[in-house]
């Protein structure tokens, strides 16, 4: 049996660590757009997402890639 302690890392790694990929209703907020919006943005495949299980996932990529891309209205 290895007697040696563990080491545990300091601090919070969720506040440092970037996120790669979003639930629907976290994308929704980023996004300040509703869910019906952010659905169909993925349907349409403007928006980037994978489906594991039954959870869907936004990837951080797919968002900012998204945004750049939007046009502006004059």
């Known amino acids: 049996m ?10 919070d790694l969720r506040a440092s660590t970037p996120k790669l ?5 976290q994308a929704c907020y980023a996004l300040g757009l509703g869910r019906t919006t952010v659905y169909e ?10 489906k594991i299980g039954n959870r869907r996932l936004i990837l ?3 968002l900012r890639t998204f945004l750049a ?6």
């Open 41 to 50: 943005l993925l349907a349409t495949g403007r928006i980037k997402g994978i």
């Open 60 to 62: 951080a990529d797919g």
């Open 21 to 25: 990929a979003f639930t629907v209703d």
């Open 69 to 74: 891309n939007i046009e502006e209205d004059p």
């Open 2 to 11: 290895n007697s040696q302690p563990v080491q545990v890392p300091q601090g």
